[in-house]
């Protein structure tokens, strides 16, 4: 005779409802403070810093005052790491970099240009460099985050292209981390900061001044 399975008791009912309206998985936790700092960063990017509240971005994402909180502690710290994440999300990928790789060394420096003022170009990536700009003098901790999460891979790519190069005895630089530093500036520099400034550039202006830029830098690294 097959023995039946006890009916399920109130206590056994009880214990189910509390696993399953329990505190959230690690996975779950994460996607809200994902969530969270996703709005915090649009928030800022929208309103800036001294208009936005903590109280607006918890409200938005339906957490209590005390839930942030317990995070950050203020609102100088979720600006700091609401920065950090839409930096983050919106560097560019290894493989991305990788492929700026060309048949000829201008033309692998003209997609490394283009592929960084492409990205700082974006209407998210003009309100995020204003932002920066806007409070750097407040947060002056926030470019060097900027700079080692957006910039950085980009440069220590270009640098190691630049010593295998004078390895190969096709350029002569001496400190090729500087080098990429220096190329960085005088190629992406100029274009962003009239994009941040409200004016249009044309693709064929930012070709034309890249390609320009290009040539001077090359020109300058030729063994002597």
């Not at 700092?37 to 001294?50: M, N, S, T, V, Y």
């Not at 000829?104 to 990205?119: G, K, S, Y």
Request: proline share 5%; glycine share 4%.
């Amino acid at each position: 005779m097959t023995e039946r399975s006890p009916e399920p008791t109130d206590a056994m009912e009880s214990a189910s409802t509390a696993v399953r309206a329990g505190r959230p998985t690690r996975e779950q936790a994460q996607a809200r403070h994902a969530q969270l700092l996703d709005c915090a960063f649009e928030r800022f990017l929208d309103k800036g810093f001294e208009p936005t509240t903590i109280e607006a971005v918890a409200a938005e994402v339906s957490m209590t005052k005390r839930t942030v909180y317990a995070r950050y502690p203020d609102k100088a710290s979720l600006f700091r790491a609401a920065i950090r994440r839409g930096t983050e999300r919106r560097a560019a990928k290894p493989q991305a970099i990788e492929a700026t790789r060309a048949d000829t060394l201008e033309e692998t420096l003209v997609n490394i240009a283009m592929l960084r003022i492409q990205l700082a170009g974006t209407p998210e990536g003009v309100r995020l460099q204003r932002l920066i700009n806007t409070e750097a003098y407040r947060f002056p901790d926030i470019f060097q985050t900027y700079y080692e999460i957006a910039a950085l891979p980009t440069v220590r790519f270009l640098a190691e292209i630049l010593e295998n190069e004078t390895l190969a005895g096709r350029l002569a630089i001496e400190d090729a981390m500087l080098s990429a530093t220096v190329f960085m500036s005088m190629v992406v520099s100029a274009p962003v900061r009239f994009l941040i400034s409200g004016n249009e550039l044309p693709a064929q202006d930012v070709d034309q001044r890249v390609r320009f830029a290009v040539g001077l830098f090359l020109k300058g690294a030729l063994p002597r």
